[in-house]
C-alpha cells in the first residue's frame, strides 16, 4: 500500500504547475486558562484575487502540518488545533487545471484518496479541531473544515458552496458522507444539489450558521479574536455545542428521493454527477464514513475520467477566462470615454437597457421615442425599476435619488444627443426604420458617437451604409431579460473601425457583460444556431411526429428549457420573424414552418396552456392542436435527437469555415451565457465531438482532443 505522502508525491509530479498553498503553524495560549493551542494557516502567498486551492503539493504541506500538530497533541503540549485561512479567503478546493491534466484512472483515484487521507486526520486528532471560516470556502475548503470537531464562521463571509455538481463532480473530500450525517440529508441535499444545479448558488456566512455547518457566528471585523475567545470557551468548558439529532428515517429517503426530482427537473438524466452524490447521500444514512469516504473516491475517480467534468471545466474556463478577455478585440487604449448615453425608443427592451446603462455607467442617459407618452413610460419604468432596488435595500436613498436625476426622456433627438458618446437604438426589427432612425441620429450626434444597433438578425453593415460615417456603427446584440444574461454579442460591421470597436467593448465591461466579437453575419451566432435547431424540431412537427416526441427527442441535452417553452419565451412572432430572415439568406437550410406561421396568425403566444389542475405543466392547446397540418412521417426520439444535432453540427461547421467567430469556444461562450445551455455540456462543441456527431457530420472534431475531454 502507498502511504499518503508516497500517493501525494506522485500526483504532484503529474502537476508542475500547482499555485502551492502552505500550511502554516503557530501557538499561543488561549484565554480563561484554556491551554497552548496550535493553528494552521492556509496561504498560498498571493493577495485574496488569487485564492487558496489545494493540488497534490499543497495536500502535502497540510499533511507535514498535521503531522506536527499531531506528535504535540499526543505528548500534552496543546490543548486544540484551529485551521483557517489568509484574509478574505479560507480555501476554495480542489486545484482544477491539475485534475485537467489526468489521464489514467488510478491517477484520479489518488486525489480522491490523498484529500480524504489527509483531512480525515484532523479528526483524528488526540485534541478536538477547530475550522475558522474567515472568508470565501468551496469545495474542499468547506471539506477540510467538515472533518474538524467544530466550526464558525464569518458574517462577511461572501460566498460558501459545494459546487462540484455544478462542473460535474462530487463533492468528494467528505462533502457529501459527513455533511448529511451534521446537518440532515434534507439540507445537504439542498446544499450539494439544489444550490449547485441552480448556477451555482453561494451561502452567505449567515445562512451557514442557520443551516447548521457552523456552531457559532462573528462579525468580520474581528473574526479570529472572538473565534478564539469562544474557542477557549468550549476547550474550558463553559459553552457546550449542542447539534440536534438527525433524522435517519423516512426524512433521509425522502430527502434523497426530492434531490433526484430536480437533478431530473435540471439535467434530464444527461449527466451523471449528481446521481452519484446522491448514491453517497443515500448510503451514508447509517452514519458510516469510511464507507462513504471509499465511495466518494470511486465516483470521483470515474467522473475525472468522464467527459461531462472535462466539459464542465472547459465551459467554467471559458466564462472565467475567455469571456474576461475577448478573442479579436482590439487594444482597449483605442477606447473613447463615455459620459453622456442615448437611448432611442422607449419600450420594454428599450428601458431595460437604459436602466443597465444607468446602475453600471452612472453617467446620464436619455430616451426618445415617437411621442411623450411613450417617451414618459419608458423614464418611469426606470424610475419604478430604482424604487424596486432602494426597497430590497440594494441601494440607499442618496444612491436611488442621484440615478432618478440622472435618466431623463425627450422628443427632440437634437436636444437629447447633441453632447452624448454612445447611442443605442431599440426599435423596430426593420431594416429601413433602422436606417431612417441612425440618419437621423447621426444628423445632430457628435462626429466622435458611437451608434449601436441591438438588432437580433439584420445586417449591421447595411445599416450603416447610407451613413456619412458607417465606421462608427457597431452590433451590441443583448439577451432578453438584458439583467440576467451575461452575454453581449458585438458585431463589427464591413466599415466598423477599431476605436468604435475598442469603445464598444468598453462599454461591455463595464455593464459587466461577457462580450463575444462576431462577424457581421446574419442573425450572428446564438440567434442562427437557436434557429437552426427550432426549424429542424418544426420540421420533423410539420412532417407528421407528434409535438411530446419532438420535445422528449431533445431531454437528454439537459437544455434549462424545452425548445418550444423557449419559443414561447422568445414570442412565436420573432422567432417567425427571425426564421425568415435566415431563409432569404440561407434558403436551401432553414425553412419558414407553415405550422408556426398559422400559429402566429392566430394570435397564439405558444404552443402550451398551462392550467393549475395538472400543476401547471405544459400541455398542448387544442386550439393549437386544431391548427397544425402534417404530414405521415413519424420518426423516433432518437431519430429526431440526431437529425437536429446533425442540422447543429452542420451550422456549426459553416459559421467557422465562414469566419463568423474567431473559434468553436466563442460558439459555446455565446451558448453558455446567451441561452443558459448546460456547463456538463460544455456549450454544445464538447457534446457533439463526444456523441460522434462533428465527425458524422463535418469529419473531424471541433475541438483537440485533451480540450473539454481526457488527454489521449
Given at each position: 500500500m502507498s502511504t499518503t505522502a508516497e500517493l501525494l508525491k506522485g500526483a504532484a509530479e503529474l502537476f508542475p504547475d500547482e499555485v502551492v498553498t502552505s500550511a502554516h503553524v503557530r501557538h499561543f495560549e488561549l484565554p480563561a486558562g484554556a491551554g497552548r493551542f496550535a493553528l494552521i494557516t492556509l496561504d498560498n502567498g498571493f493577495d485574496h484575487t488569487k485564492p487558496t486551492t489545494f493540488g497534490p503539493q499543497s495536500l502535502a504541506n497540510l499533511n507535514t502540518a498535521i503531522d506536527q500538530v499531531e506528535a504535540e497533541a499526543a505528548n500534552g503540549e496543546i490543548t486544540g488545533v484551529g485551521i483557517t485561512g489568509k484574509p478574505f479567503i479560507f480555501a476554495v478546493g480542489a486545484d482544477l487545471k491539475g485534475v485537467e491534466l489526468l489521464k489514467k484512472h488510478d491517477d484520479a483515484l489518488a486525489i480522491g484518496k490523498g484529500g480524504h487521507d489527509v483531512f480525515k486526520r484532523l479528526s483524528a486528532l488526540a485534541v478536538p479541531t477547530f475550522a475558522y471560516y474567515n472568508g470565501a470556502a468551496m469545495g474542499g475548503g468547506v471539506e477540510v473544515g467538515l472533518h474538524c470537531t467544530y466550526r464558525t464562521v464569518s458574517k462577511a463571509l461572501p460566498a460558501f458552496s459545494l459546487p462540484e455538481v455544478f462542473l460535474g463532480l462530487v463533492p468528494g473530500w467528505g462533502g457529501c458522507a459527513i455533511l448529511p450525517n451534521l446537518i440532515g440529508a434534507e439540507k445537504a441535499v439542498s446544499v450539494v444539489i439544489e444550490n449547485s444545479l441552480n448556477q451555482n448558488r453561494q451561502l452567505k456566512g449567515k445562512q451557514v450558521f442557520e443551516l447548521g455547518i457552523a456552531d457559532a457566528l462573528f462579525e468580520g471585523a474581528d473574526f479570529l479574536e472572538q473565534s478564539l475567545i469562544w474557542t477557549a470557551s468550549v476547550l474550558n468548558g463553559s459553552v457546550t455545542v449542542e447539534r440536534p439529532a438527525i433524522d435517519r428515517g423516512e426524512a433521509w429517503?425522502?430527502?434523497?428521493?426530492?434531490?433526484?426530482?430536480?437533478?431530473?427537473?435540471?439535467?434530464?438524466g444527461a449527466a451523471p454527477a449528481a446521481y452519484r452524490a446522491l448514491e453517497i447521500i443515500e448510503a451514508a444514512k447509517d452514519g458510516d464514513l469510511q464507507k462513504g469516504f471509499d465511495a466518494e473516491d470511486q465516483a470521483l475517480a470515474d467522473l475525472i475520467m468522464?467527459?461531462?467534468?472535462?466539459?464542465?471545466?472547459?465551459?467554467?474556463?471559458?466564462?472565467?477566462?475567455?469571456g474576461k478577455r475577448p478573442a479579436g478585440a482590439p487594444d482597449k487604449s483605442l477606447a473613447r470615454p463615455v459620459t453622456k448615453v442615448g437611448v432611442v425608443g422607449a419600450g420594454l427592451m428599450a428601458s431595460?437597457?437604459?436602466?443597465?446603462?444607468?446602475?453600471?455607467?452612472?453617467?446620464?442617459?436619455?430616451?426618445?421615442?415617437?411621442?411623450?407618452?411613450?417617451?414618459?413610460?419608458?423614464?418611469?419604468?426606470?424610475?419604478?425599476?430604482?424604487?424596486?432596488?432602494?426597497?430590497?435595500?440594494?441601494?440607499?436613498?442618496?444612491?436611488?435619488n442621484r440615478l432618478k436625476g440622472l435618466v431623463s426622456g425627450v422628443l427632440d433627438k437634437a436636444a437629447g444627443f447633441s453632447d452624448a458618446d454612445f447611442i443605442i437604438e431599440a426599435v423596430f426589427e426593420e431594416m429601413s426604420v433602422k436606417q431612417k432612425v441612425f440618419a437621423e441620429v447621426e444628423a445632430v450626434a457628435p462626429a466622435h458617437a458611437i451608434l449601436a444597433t441591438n438588432t437580433s438578425s439584420l445586417s449591421v453593415s447595411e445599416m450603416a451604409s447610407k451613413l456619412q460615417n458607417p465606421e462608427r456603427v457597431v452590433g451590441f446584440h443583448f439577451f432578453n431579460p438584458v439583467a440576467i444574461l451575461p452575454l453581449l454579442e458585438i458585431v463589427r460591421g464591413e466599415q466598423t473601425d477599431d476605436a468604435s470597436l475598442a469603445t464598444a467593448f468598453g462599454v461591455a465591461k463595464k455593464l459587466k457583460k461577457t462580450a463575444v466579437l462576431t462577424k457581421d453575419a446574419p442573425a450572428f451566432v446564438v440567434n442562427r444556431i437557436l434557429t437552426r435547431f427550432m426549424g429542424e424540431i418544426q420540421n420533423v412537427i410539420d412532417e407528421g411526429t407528434s409535438v411530446e416526441t419532438a420535445e422528449k427527442a431533445i431531454e437528454?441535452?439537459?437544455?434549462?428549457?424545452?425548445?418550444?417553452?423557449?419559443?414561447?419565451?422568445?414570442?412565436?412572432?420573432?422567432?417567425?420573424?427571425?426564421?425568415?430572415?435566415?431563409?432569404?439568406?440561407?434558403?436551401?437550410?432553414?425553412?419558414?414552418?407553415?405550422?408556426?406561421?398559422?400559429?402566429?396568425?392566430?394570435?397564439?403566444?405558444?404552443f402550451y396552456v398551462y392550467n393549475a389542475e395538472n400543476g401547471f405543466k405544459p400541455e398542448l392547446d387544442p386550439e393549437v392542436a386544431a391548427l397544425l397540418v402534417q404530414g405521415d412521417t413519424v420518426l423516433t426520439e432518437e431519430q429526431v435527437r440526431d437529425r437536429v444535432l446533425d442540422a447543429v453540427a452542420q451550422e456549426i461547421g459553416l459559421m467557422l469555415e465562414e469566419g463568423v467567430v474567431a473559434e468553436a469556444q466563442d460558439i459555446d461562450l455565446c451558448l453558455i451565457t446567451g441561452a443558459g445551455w448546460p456547463f456538463h455540456l460544455g456549450g454544445i462543441t464538447p457534446y457533439l465531438d463526444r456523441e460522434g456527431v462533428s465527425e458524422r457530420v463535418n469529419g473531424k472534431r471541433f475541438l483537440a482532443q485533451g480540450v473539454a475531454s481526457v488527454p489521449a
Open positions: 429517503d425522502q430527502a434523497v428521493a426530492k434531490g433526484r426530482a430536480i437533478a431530473d427537473s435540471k439535467v434530464h468522464g467527459g461531462e467534468l472535462r466539459s464542465g471545466i472547459y465551459a467554467f474556463n471559458l466564462v472565467q477566462k475567455r431595460q437597457l437604459a436602466l443597465l446603462f444607468l446602475r453600471r455607467l452612472e453617467v446620464p442617459v436619455v430616451l426618445t421615442d415617437i411621442d411623450q407618452e411613450r417617451v414618459d413610460k419608458g423614464v418611469g419604468y426606470v424610475h419604478a425599476e430604482i424604487e424596486k432596488l432602494l426597497g430590497k435595500g440594494r441601494i440607499n436613498q442618496d444612491k436611488a437528454p441535452l439537459g437544455l434549462p428549457m424545452s425548445p418550444l417553452v423557449l419559443l414561447e419565451l422568445v414570442g412565436p412572432a420573432i422567432g417567425l420573424h427571425v426564421s425568415e430572415t435566415l431563409n432569404r439568406s440561407f434558403p436551401e437550410r432553414f425553412t419558414v414552418s407553415p405550422n408556426l406561421k398559422r400559429v402566429v396568425e392566430a394570435g397564439k403566444r405558444g
